[in-house]
């Protein structure tokens, strides 16, 4: 049997989902909250301890206290500012080892990751807990893309393939060969709502999502829902399109219903 999980929980539901699959299994699993990124309630009913997100000493502590094993990293976390994050003795020793890494999400969470190694700890991936959450290759509900929408599919791609190499963004919004917009330190939602102001006549605009080129794969993969669907059907965006086998689909059957009922698209693409 697997050991204790832990959790490193950010925002969204997927610390929850992986809770609900480690009861499944029987599974051990303690929760890491973090004091003003956490929502309040994903911990309720689960072992947990919260501590200050620059508090890594603590952290670390705690977790080999409460015979955690193993440590999935889940949900998002708002980059803080250096003033903000207040980090601790073992905090500034880690930015210091991540250097000029630090200033990348991924390559933070490479420092990240490398200190809970350095210290027993075994990470794994969202998908090793929850079995078949990424997104298959071609069309995952009823509708397709029009050659319009693969040619925004494809400058999509181009454009992540660059900025991904500075560690800058996932995700970005064509509309008719036009870049709306690229993901920033807004994330994702804050992306969809800025282009929906900048929409232009004609077939609406794709959202793509990739994973950086090089990124460490247990940590941070592209990540769509129900609620991306909404939100981006609502900015008049008509299709989704995904790094196949990089990105989570959370609770994709609520999302592809979701698109369908819209008149929308979501498709899972391969990137060489």
Known sequence: MAGKLGILAGGGVLPRLLVNACRNNDRDVFILAFEGHTPPETPD????????????????????NAGVQEIVLAGPIRRPSIVELRP????????????????GDDGLLRAIIGQLED?????VGIDD???????????????EPDTIALEDVARG?????????????????????????VEAAEGTDGLI?????????GPGGVL???RKPGQEDRADLPTIGTETVRQAHHAGIRGIAVEAGATLVISAEAAIREADEAGMFIIGISVV
């Open 45 to 64: 009913g689960v072992e947990h301890a919260w501590v200050r997100l620059g508090a890594v000493g603590t952290a670390l502590a705690t977790l080999k």
């Open 88 to 103: 601790d003795g073992v905090g500034l020793k880690l930015l210091a080892k991540a250097g000029a890494r630090a200033f």
């Open 119 to 123: 210290e027993g700890f075994t990470i």
């Open 129 to 143: 807990v929850l079995e078949g959450i990424k997104a298959s290759t071609g069309p995952l509900g009823k509708y």
């Open 157 to 181: 791609v181009e454009v992540l393939r660059h900025l991904g190499a500075a560690d800058v963004g996932q995700a970005v919004v064509v509309q008719q060969g036009i870049v709306l917009g």
């Open 193 to 201: 709502a800025r282009c929906g102001a900048l929409a232009r006549e």
């Open 208 to 210: 793509i999502k990739l």
